[in-house]
T-cell receptor, first 114, second 110 residues
Framework: KAGVTQTPRYLIKTRGQQVTLSCSPISGHRSVSWYQQTPGQGLQFLFEYFSETQRNKGNFPGRFSGRQFSNSRSEMNVSTLELGDSALYLC?????????????FGSGTQLSVL | QKEVEQNSGPLSVPEGAIASLNCTYSDRVSQSFFWYRQYSGKSPELIMSIYSNGDKEDGRFTAQLNKASQYVSLLIRDSQPSDSATYLCAVPTGTYKYIFGTGTRLKVLA
């Protein structure tokens, strides 16, 4: 069974640009959540999607947005990039949202904003 | 107050010793608790989950949960250099939101 696939693996952007990251969950998993990981802050929850609906959102500005498609694949978009957006962005899938579900992480997208 | 707290370490233990990793959480309604291991440059991987008070053993790993004290721990017996990694405590809240601790970096010395 294929794992969680995130693309691209690395991205270099400049301030003010926008970026779109993609995540394909494990087959049969309908929940996708996104996290930002930085050395100082650790893993910070961005948002979670289930059945194409955003179920919860973390404390991030509106520049961070996402969506989920009918095949459970998800995209995350960051507009007007800032230097502080440089981080590892991780996607995780699970069968169902929240509760006692175990998360399975992708390899992440390393975003560098110059 | 942080919702999930861990000592950042590094926690250094000699090979063969028991490594004890601790985590406290603030949300009393939390019902499930997870430990993830993250090697440097890699993504987190689930190693243990625990839902009930007491101990849960899986090979060299034992998770311990005390809901009254809002405390969960991970013991690694017979620690190996390959156990050197950052261990993340994760606590899902009632609103589908997972809160991660900042992780404890473990170094097992050969």
């Amino acid at each position: 069974k294929a794992g969680v696939t995130q693309t691209p693996r690395y991205l270099i952007k400049t301030r003010g640009q926008q970026v779109t990251l993609s995540c394909s969950p494990i087959s049969g998993h309908r929940s996708v959540s996104w996290y930002q990981q930085t050395p100082g802050q650790g893993l910070q929850f961005l948002f979670e999607y289930f059945s194409e609906t955003q179920r919860n959102k973390g404390n991030f500005p509106g520049r961070f947005s996402g969506r989920q498609f009918s095949n459970s694949r998800s995209e995350m978009n960051v507009s007007t990039l800032e230097l502080g957006d440089s981080a590892l962005y991780l996607c995780a899938s699970s069968l169902q949202p929240g509760g006692s579900e175990k998360l399975f992480f992708g390899s992440g997208t390393q975003l560098s904003v110059l | 107050q942080k919702e999930v707290e861990q000592n950042s370490g590094p926690l250094s233990v000699p090979e063969g010793a028991i490594a004890s990793l601790n985590c406290t959480y603030s949300d009393r309604v939390s019902q499930s608790f997870f430990w993830y291991r993250q090697y440097s440059g890699k993504s987190p991987e689930l190693i243990m989950s625990i839902y009930s008070n007491g101990d849960k053993e899986d090979g060299r790993f034992t998770a311990q949960l005390n809901k009254a004290s809002q405390y969960v721990s991970l013991l690694i017996r017979d620690s190996q250099p390959s156990d050197s990694a950052t261990y993340l405590c994760a606590v899902p809240t009632g609103t589908y939101k997972y809160i991660f601790g900042t992780g404890t970096r473990l170094k097992v010395l050969a």
